[in-house]
């Protein structure tokens, strides 16, 4: 067995302490946080969600295999930011929406971000709709994330976007959405900007829309500027 099916082999029955000593492991010996990520840990959970579908698995082993899973991806946090770049290129505030529980997906898309060198605000999970707001203000985020797992959950992400557009918010924060049931058709109708299926490329899209909003940010500035010199 290689490490990469040890770690899923521990995730899968739920042996955190396991999962915690492999991947240290795994570090010890060079390899990347994210190979153990991409070739461990959410292989781990896609057999989870499998075994979930086809009744092998009910909610008391999936709880222990998402424990375990949050064991993995807590010490990978670690590294990872450990290696991020040091200067900060933006700031996210990023959370499952209110009555949402599911936690795993939006913490790896968190993780990736911190990987690029965004700063990640996690709001955790159930979160209500004036908290996304509130935080992102107080953070002075260039990113709102959103989490869905649920299709009964997904309308909480339109209502964040409603209540943006009523305080005359939207035009100051990047929306970005993702989760299982989460579509770019669903993502185009609400209003958002950003939809991608997965943590790695949502992380890569989040790092673009930020150098690009620094681009309008410079060139308003610039443009104010040189009104202003106009004037004198
Ligand atoms: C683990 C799990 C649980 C765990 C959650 C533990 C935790 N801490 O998260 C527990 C057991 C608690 C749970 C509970 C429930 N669950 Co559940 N659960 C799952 C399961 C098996 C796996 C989800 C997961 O972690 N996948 C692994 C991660 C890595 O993938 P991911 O979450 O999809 O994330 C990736 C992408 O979606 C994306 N992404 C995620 N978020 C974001 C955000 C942004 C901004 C972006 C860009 C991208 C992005 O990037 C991630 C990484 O690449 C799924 C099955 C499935 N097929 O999804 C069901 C599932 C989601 N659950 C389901 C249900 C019904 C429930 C319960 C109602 C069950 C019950 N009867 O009690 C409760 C609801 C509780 C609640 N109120 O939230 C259904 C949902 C059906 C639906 N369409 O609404 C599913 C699909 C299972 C099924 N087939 O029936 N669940």
Request: charged share 25%.
């Amino acid at each position: 067995m290689t490490i990469f099916e040890e770690i899923s082999e521990a995730v899968e029955s739920g042996k955190g302490k396991q999962v915690k000593r492999l991947i240290e492991a795994a570090m010890d010996d060079g390899i990347t946080p994210e190979e153990v990520l991409n070739q461990g840990l959410i292989p781990a959970m896609e057999r989870v969600s499998q075994k979930y579908h086809n009744e092998q698995f009910f909610v008391p082993e999936v709880i222990l295999s998402s424990r375990a899973m949050a064991v993995g991806t807590t010490i990978l946090e670690e590294y990872i930011k450990e290696q991020a770049p040091r200067e900060s290129l933006g700031t996210v505030v990023i959370g499952t929406v209110k009555g949402d529980l599911h936690n795993i997906g939006k913490n790896l898309v968190g993780m990736m971000l911190q990987g690029l060198g965004l700063t990640v605000y996690d709001l955790g999970y159930d979160v209500e709709v004036d908290t996304f707001i509130e935080k992102a203000r107080e953070y002075q985020a260039d990113i709102i994330c959103m989490s869905a797992m649920l299709t009964t959950t997904m309308p909480e992400m339109k209502k964040v976007i409603g209540k943006l557009v009523n305080k005359r918010l939207r035009e100051k924060y990047i929306v970005m959405v993702g989760g299982a049931p989460v579509t770019e058709a669903f993502a185009r109708n609400i209003g958002a900007d950003i939809y991608t299926r997965d943590a790695g490329s949502a992380a890569l899209m989040a790092r673009e829309a930020v150098l690009a909003k620094r681009n309008r940010e410079a060139k308003v500035t610039k443009t104010a500027g040189a009104e202003k010199e106009a004037e004198t």
